[in-house]
């Protein structure tokens, strides 16, 4: 054992959604799962110890962050991104879609329409619609093998169809595109000039890779702070999903305001203590922890490059800049989605996210977590293979 992310910890019987759910879920008992985007690994020791800490005074009563929880958050951003937020314009919720959903129902009415772009995090679609407003899309372009956005048809989106809010995903979720500055300008003069508001989900924003930066979105341009709302959590870099606990940041104070109302209006107020302690521990003594973890993902990436070229030539593994989500594309396996979504859990007996889940224009694509211990990625990808060699090309 080379590393402390190479243990396997049995996560079976811990009311764990990717362990314990397949019946729920309609999946056979005998599936690997590789598919919610959590990780199989320990959250770091001191986090541990502060929750520890916490569970031994063994009250649970109303709690909230204070100025030193703020700090911590801001300060993570500030060192890492080189954005520091004021500290006025954080709002916390227990959750990154819980907090698209109230920007859609504070920013928009019911008919309204909110873009997104295709092939993206599914709750994004979800919130849009359960909410009553129109789903409106600006699909990515594939070309040359990577992700590119269609500025041209942003624009003529958000003018046709009077958008007032989009979502930006950043890193995007599945693609794992970090997005240029040269992008990330181009569409924020779009949006800027025609009124529109960007919530820029950056959950992933910890996961970037080799040369890639990853630059959040209002820290562009003073004016575009004021027009945009920046989505960060701990859980995604830290494991802590369970915990729910999310930092929102919303500069502009009327927009601030009217976020906080719609979110009281739906009987949300203070965090979850373990949330917020986990929250700050991670980002006060979780950097190096976090270094390690990155340096253990990329290994990761590169065995499932190495993999894929060598035994499953037909799949084409998109290049991973960001996140721990592996966008594979299978169409040249099989015509439908049906046909490749029961040839991954019937045949490899593993449970993926379908591509489809994503938008249409996931058709023939799976998501693959390789948060997981080697040793289970590997025996994922040995199922994987045993299963392709029996097909017939
Ligand atoms: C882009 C993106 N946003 C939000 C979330 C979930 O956020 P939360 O659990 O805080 O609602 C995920 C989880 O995978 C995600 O990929």
Known sequence: MNSRFDQVIERKNTLSLKYDFHTERNKA??????????????IPEPVQKALQERVKHGIFGYS?????????VIQWFSKRFSYRPAEESLVKTPGVVYA???????????????????????????VIQQNNRKLV?????????KYRMDFED???????????LMFLCSPHN???????????LHLGEICFRHGCIVVSDEIHCDFVFSSHEHIPFPS???????????????????????????????????????????????????????GLIACQTAYEQGEAWLEELKTYLRGNISYLQGFIQQYLPKIRYFPQEATYLAWLDCSALFDTQEELESFIEEKAKLWLDSGTMFGEEGKGFMRLNLACPKVILERAMEQLRKAYEELEF
């Open 29 to 42: 008992e005998d599936v690997l799962p590789l598919w919610v985007a959590d990780m199989d690994f320990p």
């Open 64 to 72: 909230d962050g204070k100025e030193d929880y703020n700090q911590s």
């Open 100 to 126: 698209l959903a109230i920007a859609v129902k504070a920013f928009t009415k019911e008919g309204d329409s909110v873009l997104i772009q295709n092939p993206v995090y599914y709750p994004f679609a979800d």
């Open 137 to 145: 899309t600006n699909p990515l372009i594939q070309e040359y093998g």
């Open 154 to 164: 942003l624009e003529r989106k958000i003018q046709k169809y009077a958008i007032r």
């Open 174 to 184: 599945p693609v794992g595109r970090v997005w240029t500055k040269e992008e990330l």
């Open 220 to 274: 562009l341009s003073k004016e575009w702070e004021q027009q945009s709302i920046l989505c960060t959590a701990p859980s995604k870099t830290f494991n802590l999903a369970g915990l729910q606990i999310s930092n929102i940041f919303i500069a502009n104070p009327q927009l601030r305001e009217q976020f906080i109302q719609e979110s009281e209006k739906n009987g949300y107020s203070q965090c979850n203590i373990m």
